[in-house]
């Protein structure tokens, strides 16, 4: 039996972009699995995972709730 690793990259480009996102460099989230979401993590269940500042905008971008998570002007 031959086992194969490919980096996260290779899995990320292979999966349907509309259902997983990465979200920091060691991550790959399915976006149903998503249960909270802050500028700073995720939850999905019995995990909360970091979003990594490099991947912020596609993530936001991504799921569109940029504007749900800006802090309101004084």
């Not at 194969?4 to 990320?12: E, L, M, N």
């Not at 905008?57 to 709730?65: E, H, I, T």
Request: net charge positive; aromatic share 14%; no cysteine.
């Amino acid at each position: 039996m031959a086992l194969y690793f490919y980096s996260i990259s290779y899995y990320a480009e292979q999966l349907p972009a509309e259902q997983f996102i990465r979200i920091y460099r060691s991550y790959l989230v399915a976006v149903t699995k998503i249960n909270v979401l802050t500028e700073s993590h995720l939850e999905v269940p019995g995990q909360t995972l970091p979003i990594g500042r490099k991947y912020q905008n596609q993530v936001f971008g991504q799921l569109k709730v940029r504007h749900l998570l800006r802090s309101p002007q004084a």
